[in-house]
């Protein structure tokens, strides 16, 4: 396109305008009266504004009778209208310091508003000055409404998702740079974190360096203890990109020849986890891709040492629908992203997980980490 960027594009492929259309729509089948959703995952996704989130209210009005708006502080007007939310065909209304936001939302809904849609992460004072502007409606989650929209990824939502994978796992094939015996977890963890920013995200979301038993903690994060000889270490990542897409991947290491036992429990994890992304593909269930795993972890006899459920959904959060755990009932579907990332934990001895994202296809499945699954042993 003559005179458009590539980000101009991508951001138009990421954010199209007719994902308001789409919650609006939600909205009404839900029998909502209005959908209020302030800064976070969800604005970001109908809207591609990356709003802050200020004492100041900042909202997206999706009536499910009228046209959208989004209510932003005046001087908050610039950003909002520079983002693609500018794009949008969207009215963006400033409102000034001595202005009642809410009253001004309330005032600008259909009259006979009965039920209305707050994003799930709204801060409560917001939420409470809502019900305070609409004291004869009742208030809900918008999760309710926008779960089934976010859960399935468009095939630009899968694209980023696939760069941010992309981005973790050269992090993953460097490691070994770091990782030996005589450096602490936190040492290694701040030069992952650094190559984590180097490697094309624009935030460091998490870095976990279990070492030792410490790698039987499943979120240990780091500590002060110096790595050893013969270690264990789960090295557990993930940021998010510059689009907004979040990347999230285990690899476990061992700092020299570890245990002969912690090689027979790898070698459970590793056909439980494969077996897993194999199976993935449209119509099997959560829990039933759960139990593919699980059984092959019990059956070796490590069953009450798998300590979480599968995996979880990601995309503009690190955790979101769908997750894969005993007893969801919901079948996967073409565009469903998650993390597929079974372990076992030996409390005060040691422990592995082993992480990929993977999208579920028309035809099957996508893992979007690509970097080996079997056990790196690194010099100590």
């Given amino acids: ?8 594009d991508s951001a138009a492929a990421l954010h199209p305008a007719e994902r308001l259309e789409l919650a609006r729509k939600a909205t009404a089948d839900a029998g909502v009266d209005a959908l209020l959703v302030s800064p976070g995952a969800d604005l970001r996704y109908l809207t591609g504004y990356q709003a802050l989130p200020l004492e100041r209210l900042t909202c997206l009005v999706v009536p499910a009778e009228a046209d959208p708006f989004l209510v932003v502080p005046a001087l908050e ?8 939310a500018g794009g949008l065909g969207l009215e963006i209304a400033g409102f000034a310091e001595t202005d009642d936001a809410y009253a001004l939302i309330a005032r600008r809904l259909p009259a006979g508003v009965r039920r209305f849609a707050v994003d799930n992460h709204m801060w409560a004072e917001k939420l409470l000055a809502f019900q305070a502007a609409l004291p004869d409606a009742q208030a809900c989650l918008a999760g309710d409404v926008l779960t089934e929209l976010r859960m399935r990824k468009s ?3 899968v694209a980023a998702l696939r760069r941010a994978g992309g981005a973790i796992d050269r992090v993953h094939r460097r490691v070994g740079e770091w990782l030996r015996a005589g450096r602490t977890e936190r040492e290694v963890a701040r030069d992952i974190a650094d190559a984590i920013l180097a490697a094309g995200h624009e935030t460091v979301d998490f870095v976990i ?3 030792g038993p410490n790698s039987a903690s499943p979120h240990h994060e780091v500590s002060d203890r110096v790595i050893r000889s013969g270690d264990p270490v789960v090295v557990d990542i993930g940021g998010t990109t510059a689009d907004g897409y979040c990347s999230d991947s285990t690899r476990t290491y061992a700092v020299g020849e570890p245990p002969a036992a912690f090689r027979e429990l790898y070698e459970v994890l590793l056909r439980a986890q494969t077996a897993q992304t194999e199976a993935v593909c449209p119509g099997i269930t959560a829990e039933q891709l759960d139990a593919i795993g699980r059984d092959i972890i019990t059956a070796a006899g490590y069953g009450e040492h798998f300590i979480h459920r599968t995996g979880h959904g990601i995309g503009l959060e690190g955790h979101e629908e769908p997750y894969i755990v005993a007893g969801s009932r919901r079948a996967l579907a073409p565009g469903m992203a ?9 409390p005060g001895t040691f422990g592995a997980r082993i992480e990929d994202i993977a999208v579920c296809t028309e035809g099957g499945g996508e893992r979007l980490n690509l970097t080996g699954r079997d056990l790196v042993v690194l010099p100590d």
């Fill in 155 to 157: 095939p630009a939502e």
């Fill in 1 to 8: 396109m003559v005179g458009v960027t590539d980000s101009e």
């Fill in 77 to 84: 007007r610039p950003a909002a209208q520079a983002s693609p």
């Fill in 338 to 346: 998650f993390s597929i990332e079974p372990g076992i934990y030996l």
């Fill in 209 to 211: 360096v279990g070492s």
